[in-house]
Structure formats: C-alpha cells, structure tokens
C-alpha cells in the first residue's frame, strides 16, 4: 500500500453525522449505519492507493474535503436483515435518496457491501432485486469489475466495494486479486477512471 496520506483523514467514530460532505462534488460514498467503521478499514486505504496512482499520473492529488458520505438510512435499527429484508421505513429512505442523486448526479457512487449495493439497485430500479445473501463478496467483486469496465463519465457509476477485510483476525484470502492486495487493486482501477476522465471532474487541489 502507498505511504501517500490523506489530506482529509476520515476518524472511525460511530457518532459520525447521517451525512458529510457537499452534494454538489462528484464523489459519493454510500454506507450502511451499521458499519461505520468501513469509512477507515475500506475507504482510507482504497483511497490511499487511488490517491498515489493519480498522483504518479497526473502530479495533483484529489482534495477530498468535500466527498459526500451517507448513511443510506438514517436509522440503523431499520437495516434490512435476513428475515425482513425490506420494510417501509427503507423504502421511505429509498425515494429520499433517489431524489438527491437524481437532483445532483454525481459521477461516482460508492458503496460499501451487501446492503447499501442493493439500496442503490433499488434506486436506480435495477432487476431482479436480490437478498442480502446473494451479496457474497465474490459477486460483490464481479459487479466492481462489471461497474469498472462499463464506467461512463456522462452518467453515474455505482461502484461496489466489499466490506470486511478481516475475519476472525486474518487478513481473507479473497481479499487478492491475482496476486494483488484488494485496496491496490480496487483502488488502482478507480484511479484509472478518474485519471482518463481528469477534465471531466471538479475535484482537483488547485
């Protein structure tokens, strides 16, 4: 992983705010209340790897000071579990949402596994609509690669990324992608995007 540190270092703190950032920029990150701690253990070192390669690349770095972060609901007691994987209440949160993203449009719409992913296939009314246990972190990792390959900078581009990298204390084998480290991996292929789309988006330190 790259030694790059980020300019706007996001604190794992489970009283962070529903939402953070400005809706105007053009980077989104879609979390599950749940799990706040993925805005550290995913996000800073994915973008530790984004932040290096476009740097390399291009001598700029992304201010991140203004990426928007959001709980795709505003209660974790509503999450959807195994049993009651829909109720109103999130499908309240759903119609919210869609009338942000669809008033602001950003470029990148990043989320951070099984629930937030298929939150946002609602929203864009993806079908079939799936559970939470189809969101297994190797179809997780095809809809990454399927979102990478057919990214488009004229619309907004869902962009998964998985949630765990640790269990039981081990690093998950899964966590490789043909001999790379996951956050290099991911990290250098949204850097890709973003670098080959540069004049496209207002996101540059200056």
């Known amino acids: 992983m790259s030694n790059f540190t980020l300019n706007n270092y996001i604190p794992l703190d489970t009283t962070i705010k529903r939402e953070t950032g400005e809706r105007a920029y053009p980077i989104w990150l879609i979390v599950n209340p749940k799990h706040p701690a993925v805005r550290h253990n995913i996000w800073t070192p994915a973008l530790a790897e984004i932040q290096d390669k476009v740097y390399r690349d291009t001598h700029t770095r992304i201010d991140t000071t203004n990426i928007y972060i959001r709980n795709a609901v505003g209660d974790s007691s509503i999450v959807p579990n195994t049993i009651n994987w829909w109720g109103a209440e999130v499908a309240k949160e759903l119609e919210l949402f869609k009338e942000i993203v669809l008033e602001h449009q950003p470029k990148i719409l990043i989320s951070f596994g099984a629930f937030p992913f298929e939150f946002l296939r609602r929203v864009y009314e993806i079908k079939p609509q799936k559970v939470p246990k189809y969101w297994s972190t190797a179809n997780l990792g095809d ?33 490789s992608y043909f001999g790379e480290n996951y956050f290099h991996y991911v990290g250098t292929k949204i850097a890709e995007k973003i670098i080959e789309n540069k004049d496209r988006l207002n996101i540059w330190i200056e």
């Open 143 to 175: 809809e990454f690669g399927r979102s990478i390959e057919n990214f488009d900078i004229n619309k907004t581009n869902r962009i998964p990324l998985r949630r765990r990298v640790i269990s039981g204390g081990k690093f998950l084998e899964e966590y």
